[in-house]
Nanobody
Framework: QVRLVESGGGSVQAGRSLRLSCTAY????????LAWYRQAPGKEGEGVAT???????TYTDSVKGRFSIPGDYDKNTLDLQMNNLKPEDTAEYYC?????????????????????RGQGTQVTVSS
């Protein structure tokens, strides 16, 4: 049984940083596209960042230069370093994984449909 468990969310003021972590259990395929996805109340969810087995990373435009996935590919762990947080970053953040996806196919635009997603961790940024 696959489980993705997120941690590290919280409430911070604008301009501060947070680091989210995800631990995966039960991922049995040889490769995955790993991702972060967020859902804010009243808004459509969006893919935030992805990492594939070759270390290729993609980010949605609104977080480029502020968010990053540190380190190399490890299908059992995924972090998201979030710097210079803004109130519009407030959302529930989910870790997600799609088996067998890599290269150009592993990008933030496709995260909504990923097969596996965690329960989420709340990030709240106040102005």
């Amino acid at each position: 049984q696959v489980r993705l468990v997120e941690s590290g969310g919280g409430s911070v003021q604008a301009g501060r940083s947070l680091r989210l972590s995800c631990t995966a259990y039960g991922l049995s395929a040889s490769t995955y596209c790993l991702a972060w996805y967020r859902q804010a109340p009243g808004k459509e969810g969006e893919g935030v960042a992805t990492l594939d087995r070759d270390g290729r990373k993609t980010y949605t435009d609104s977080v480029k230069g502020r968010f990053s996935i540190p380190g190399d590919y490890d299908k059992n762990t995924l972090d998201l370093q979030m710097n210079n947080l803004k109130p519009e970053d407030t959302a529930e953040y989910y870790c997600a994984a799609e088996p067998g996806l890599s290269g150009a196919g592993c990008n933030f635009k496709g995260v909504r449909g990923f097969r596996y997603r965690g329960q989420g961790t709340q990030v709240t940024v106040s102005s």
